[in-house]
Structure formats: structure tokens, C-alpha cells
Antibody, heavy 121, light 108 residues
Framework: EVQLVESGGGLVQPGGSLRLSCAASGFTFSNYEMNWVRQAPGKGLEWVSDISSSGNTIYYADSVKGRFTISRDNAKNSLYLQMNSLRAEDTAVYYC??????????????WGQGTLVTVSS | SYELTQPPSVSVSPGQTARITCSGDELPKKYAYWYQQKSGQAPVLVIYEDIQRPSGIPERFSGSSSGTMATLTISGAQVEDEADYYCYSTDSSGVLWVFGGGTKLTVL
């Protein structure tokens, strides 16, 4: 059974940093593209970042580019999101998502339960 | 940047058919996917590749796509189908993930 468990969320002051982790199990982690998706309170889903199976190809949403860094450790079956220069608008539940593949690209096939990040003074 | 547009809300009575639309310029070339999200829970895939239904999803959920619009249809909507529904697709490169703004379905 595929399991994705996020951790590392919490309360942080504006301008601060936080590192999220996602522990994966139930599949061969090193074979799959992984993503972070977030959801601000009462708002919709927003894609944040993507990392290829090897870690060599990375993409970011414009809203986090230059502030967030995605990474992975295939030996530890873990995905990370280093968040720096945090802003109030980064307050959200952050989901780790594993990709599945179709003829027109990838899509979120499995989701974790999310971890809440609150940016406030 | 690429956008997918959904109506903010749809309301039906139990047993009626609910239709939720999603429009996007790349949908003629890219698949649409639909996710159901109930309060406090992670999203659940209910339709993939425009029309396919994952195992375990009730038959009353169906999908279609024509031109720049994809549609999620819930035939005989039930109270337990009340949730937010999000369409998803990729941009023209097939790399960047894009979600619609979400539609709140009310069944009462």
C-alpha cells in the first residue's frame, strides 16, 4: 500500500524558514516523480514544486521560486521542501503527492494527509 | 500561466444530476482529471484521463471532454457527494501541474 507521511509543519514568523519532509513507503520511491501541492485555508489546491525521479530536473511555481527548494533522498525514501523567507501567504496545508503517468503527462496519483504551515507573528 | 476555470459552486437536490465544468485552452490536447475533497481530508481521484473511473469510485461518477471543456457528471447525486471538486491538467509542456479553482457541490 502506498503511504506518504508529511512532517515538519508548524508556526513560523514571517521571514523565517521551515523544512518539510515526506516519508514514502509501499512503492519503489526512486522510480517516481514527486510533487508538493499546497492549500491555503479555505482556498483551492496550488501546485508548488516538482522533482524528477533522479532529482536532476526540478520545477517551481512562480509564487515560490527563489525561496523554496525541493529535494529528495532516494536511499531514505524521502522528499523534502526547504522553505525560506516565508510570508503570510505561504500559510497552507502542504501535501506530498506521487505522480502517475498518462499519455499527456503526469498527475497526482497518491496524496499524503498534509502538514500545516502557519506563517504569523 | 495556464489556467483551468471552474464555477465556484453547484447545487442540486438528492437524486438529481450534478454537472461541474472545467475549461482550459489545452484540454483538447491534454487529459482532464477530477478530484473530490471532503472537509479536512486529502483529495481523492474520481476521474482520470477524461473518462476513466478508478476502482472503488461509484458508477454515478462519470467524465467527458469536448474541445476546451471537460465535465464531471454525478448522476443521482447523494448527500455524501457534498464536497469540493477540482479539475486538474497539465500545461502545454505536459510538465507543470495545474488545478482549477474548485467547485463546491451542495446536495440538499
Amino acid at each position: 500500500e502506498v503511504q506518504l507521511v508529511e512532517s515538519g509543519g508548524g508556526l513560523v514568523q514571517p521571514g523565517g524558514s521551515l523544512r518539510l519532509s515526506c516519508a514514502a513507503s509501499g512503492f519503489t520511491f526512486s522510480n517516481y516523480e514527486m510533487n508538493w501541492v499546497r492549500q491555503a485555508p479555505g482556498k483551492g489546491l496550488e501546485w508548488v514544486s516538482d522533482i524528477s525521479s533522479s532529482g536532476n530536473t526540478i520545477y517551481y511555481a512562480d509564487s515560490v521560486k527563489g525561496r523554496f527548494t525541493i529535494s529528495r533522498d532516494n536511499a531514505k525514501n524521502s522528499l523534502y521542501l526547504q522553505m525560506n523567507s516565508l510570508r503570510a501567504e505561504d500559510t497552507a496545508v502542504y501535501y506530498c503527492a506521487r505522480a502517475l503517468y498518462s499519455g499527456s503527462g503526469s498527475y497526482p496519483g497518491y496524496w499524503g494527509q498534509g502538514t500545516l504551515v502557519t506563517v504569523s507573528s | 500561466s495556464y489556467e483551468l476555470t471552474q464555477p465556484p459552486s453547484v447545487s442540486v437536490s438528492p437524486g438529481q444530476t450534478a454537472r461541474i465544468t472545467c475549461s482550459g485552452d489545452e484540454l483538447p490536447k491534454k487529459y482532464a482529471y477530477w478530484y473530490q475533497q471532503k472537509s479536512g481530508q486529502a483529495p481523492v481521484l474520481v476521474i482520470y484521463e477524461d473518462i476513466q473511473r478508478p476502482s472503488g469510485i461509484p458508477e454515478r461518477f462519470s467524465g467527458s471532454s469536448s474541445g476546451t471543456m471537460a465535465t464531471l457528471t454525478i448522476s443521482g447525486a447523494q448527500v455524501e457527494d457534498e464536497a469540493d471538486y477540482y479539475c486538474y491538467s497539465t500545461d502545454s509542456s505536459g510538465v507543470l501541474w495545474v488545478f482549477g479553482g474548485g467547485t463546491k457541490l451542495t446536495v440538499l
